[in-house]
């Protein structure tokens, strides 16, 4: 059964940071892309950032550039995601996702096969 599991949500004020975490099991790490998507509620789901199996690559959103770093521990089938200068419009739902490498875009939910249940980020003003 696969499991991803995302933690280090929380409440934060503008300017701030946290780091988020997403533990995987039940598939084989290093054959998936991993990306983290956020939802608003009454909101379509956002791609945040991407990676690809070996960390080689990564893709983020225009509104997280310079401020969120993807990154990877195969070793410890794990995902991060530091995001820094956190600000209000950050506030969301975070999700990690995985998708086997070579299935398309990055950008689109839709070709991610494996998601977790979520992690609430607030950042306060």
């Known amino acids: 059964q696969v499991q991803l599991v995302e933690s280090g949500g929380g409440l934060v004020q503008a300017g701030g940071s946290l780091r988020l975490s997403c533990s995987t099991s039940?598939?084989?790490?290093?054959?998936?892309?991993m990306g983290w998507f956020r939802q608003d509620p009454g909101q379509d789901r956002e791609f945040v950032a991407a990676?690809?199996?070996?960390?080689?690559?990564?893709y983020l959103a225009d509104s997280v550039k310079g401020r969120f770093i993807v990154s990877r521990d195969n070793a410890r089938n794990t995902l991060y995601l530091q995001m820094n200068s956190l600000s209000p419009e950050d506030t969301a739902v975070y999700y990690c996702?995985?998708?086997?490498?070579?299935?398309?875009?990055?950008?689109?939910?839709?070709?991610?096969?494996?998601w977790g249940q979520g992690t609430q980020v607030t950042v306060s003003s």
């Open positions: 996702a995985a998708m086997q490498e070579g299935s398309g875009s990055y950008y689109r939910p839709n070709l991610y096969d494996y």
């Open positions: 039940g598939l084989t790490f290093d054959n998936y892309a």
């Open positions: 990676i690809s199996w070996n960390g080689g690559n990564t």
